[in-house]
């Protein structure tokens, strides 16, 4: 097992900030440390949780997730979102080019 390194964690903090997703740690009956990463409004779309133990390392057995797994999931989810952002944009360019009687044909405005 690795030690999770304070940066490491601090990016996974980060990554799920970029993301709008809340985080909450607390301490479990072993002294562990549960982190909650969840969306505020509807967790039942994203609510997981890595547990870090005393000694610095992810247990899996306890949390959703490895922490590495974890990681790996809100990159997947950052790009995504980078995705979604570049289409959406894309989108908006190509609505700039049409006439206005084109985007009435369309129905778009």
Do not use: H
């Not at 479990?28 to 440390?33: F, L, P």
């Not at 039942?44 to 899996?60: A, C, K, L, Y």
């Not at 790009?79 to 190509?94: F, M, P, S, V, Y």
């Amino acid at each position: 097992m690795m030690t999770i390194q304070a940066t490491e964690l601090l990016k996974l903090l980060s990554k799920a900030n970029k993301l709008g997703l809340s985080v909450g740690v607390c301490e479990d009956k072993d002294g562990d440390y549960v982190v909650r990463i969840y969306e505020m409004f509807c967790p039942e779309n994203f609510d997981e949780r890595v547990v870090i133990t005393q000694r610095g390392e992810s247990d899996w057995n306890k949390g959703t997730y490895s922490f590495n797994t974890m990681m790996g999931l809100l990159d997947k989810m950052m790009d995504e979102e980078l995705r979604e952002e570049i289409k959406k944009q894309r989108r908006q360019e190509l609505l700039a080019r049409l006439t206005d009687f084109e985007k009435d044909l369309l129905g778009v405005e």
